[in-house]
């Protein structure tokens, strides 16, 4: 019998959020995206899990200092722009 693949734990899954809008705002960055536009570009506005796992890793983002959040405005920090070009674009 087959076994089935493990679904990926909280964390595992909190962290693939966090790295899909790292990169996303980066990638975005220098057009300034706001909370809203950052649920509609990577979920469903409409389903509150989808929001609410977005804005969660917002925060934590925020937190770890590599976004910025003023109001709505979510934009990467220099030390998020500075890692994003040593760790991916000279890859």
Same mark, same amino acid.
């Given at each position: 019998?087959?076994? #089935?693949? #493990?679904?990926?734990?909280?964390?595992?899954?909190? &962290?693939? +959020?966090?790295?899909?809008?790292? %990169?996303?705002?980066?990638? !975005?960055?220098? @057009?300034?995206?706001? &909370?809203? /536009? =950052?649920?509609? +570009? &990577?979920? +469903?506005?409409?389903?509150?899990?989808?929001?609410?796992?977005? @804005?969660?890793?917002?925060? /934590? =983002?925020?937190?770890?200092?590599?976004?910025?959040?003023?109001?709505?405005? %979510? =934009?990467? !920090?220099? !030390?998020? $722009?500075?890692?994003? @070009? $040593? &760790?991916? /674009?000279?890859?």
């Amino acid at each position: 019998m087959q076994a #089935k693949p #493990k679904a990926a734990s909280p964390a595992a899954e909190d &962290l693939r +959020d966090e790295r899909a809008i790292f %990169v996303h705002v980066v990638e !975005t960055f220098p @057009e300034t995206l706001r &909370l809203s /536009e =950052l649920i509609r +570009d &990577l979920g +469903d506005p409409e389903d509150f899990g989808e929001r609410d796992r977005i @804005e969660r890793a917002v925060r /934590e =983002l925020v937190r770890g200092g590599v976004l910025f959040r003023s109001e709505s405005v %979510v =934009l990467p !920090t220099r !030390t998020a $722009l500075r890692s994003y @070009e $040593l &760790l991916v /674009e000279a890859a």
